[in-house]
């Protein structure tokens, strides 16, 4: 499984990214695909989650009614739409996939760097 994420960049608090995973090499239909980032200094800490299959979604409190995590499912990609953005989302953002029936995330793509200006 490969996984390449994209979209990262610059923005002002109160503004919008987009993030892209592209994921390729097998079928995804049994899969979670899953958003992270890792802040200057922290651990690295979940975001958002997709499960591929049915679409059932998981949001870390912080970022729900700000973020949406979707899928599109003829490309293999998963996105996630970060609005409102604040400073504290300033981190980088890391795209991984597990198993339904695992619990640790075993793929990961490289990252992407979100940083937000106040």
């Known amino acids: 499984v490969q996984l390449q994420a994209s979209g990262g960049g610059l923005v002002q608090a109160g503004g919008s990214l987009r993030l892209s995973c592209a994921a390729s090499?097998?079928?995804?239909?049994?899969?979670?695909m899953g958003w992270f980032r890792q802040a200057p200094g922290k651990e690295r800490e979940f975001v958002a989650a997709?499960?591929?299959?049915?679409?059932?979604?998981n949001y870390t409190d912080s970022v729900k009614g700000r973020f949406t995590i979707l899928r599109a499912s003829a490309k293999n990609t998963a996105y996630l739409q970060m609005n409102s953005l604040k400073p504290e989302d300033t981190a980088v953002y890391y795209c991984?996939?597990?198993?339904?029936?695992?619990?640790?995330?075993?793929?990961w793509g490289q990252g992407t760097l979100v940083t937000v200006s106040s």
């Open positions: 991984g996939a597990r198993k339904v029936s695992d619990g640790e995330y075993d793929y």
């Open positions: 997709i499960s591929w299959g049915d679409g059932t979604l």
């Open positions: 090499g097998r079928t995804f239909s049994t899969y979670v």
